[in-house]
């Protein structure tokens, strides 16, 4: 990554992807608004595959309410702005299916 100033454009992208993927999404989508660069790295799949719960494949196969995504980031907040119908019936939240594991 080529940034202009600052220790951070030694590390590289897959650092700076790790360091985010630790944060919440609210910090990654902050990240977005550093650079170009920055809103590049924090869009990729890899940091959101690590934001979305660890289940969401789960999630996904069992919803019968269609979810429409072309990456990670946007599973997540397809996710996060919905209740899910899973199971033929069942509605539950994202955060409570993370949490209670159905």
Not at 24 to 42: L, N
Not at 47 to 60: A, F, G, K, T
Not at 68 to 75: H, I, R, Y
């Amino acid at each position: 990554m080529k940034m202009e100033g600052g220790e951070i454009s030694r590390l590289p992208d897959g650092c700076i992807a790790h360091i985010l993927s630790l944060t919440s999404p609210k910090d990654a989508c902050r990240a977005e608004a550093v650079s170009p660069e920055f809103r590049s790295i924090a869009q990729s799949d890899t940091v959101w595959e690590r934001l979305l719960p660890s289940n969401y494949r789960d999630i996904v196969r069992r919803s019968n309410t269609p979810l429409v995504f072309s990456n990670k980031k946007e599973l997540y907040l397809a996710l996060s702005k919905t209740y899910l119908i899973i199971d033929n019936g069942k509605r539950v939240s994202m955060y409570i299916y993370m949490i209670f594991d159905f």
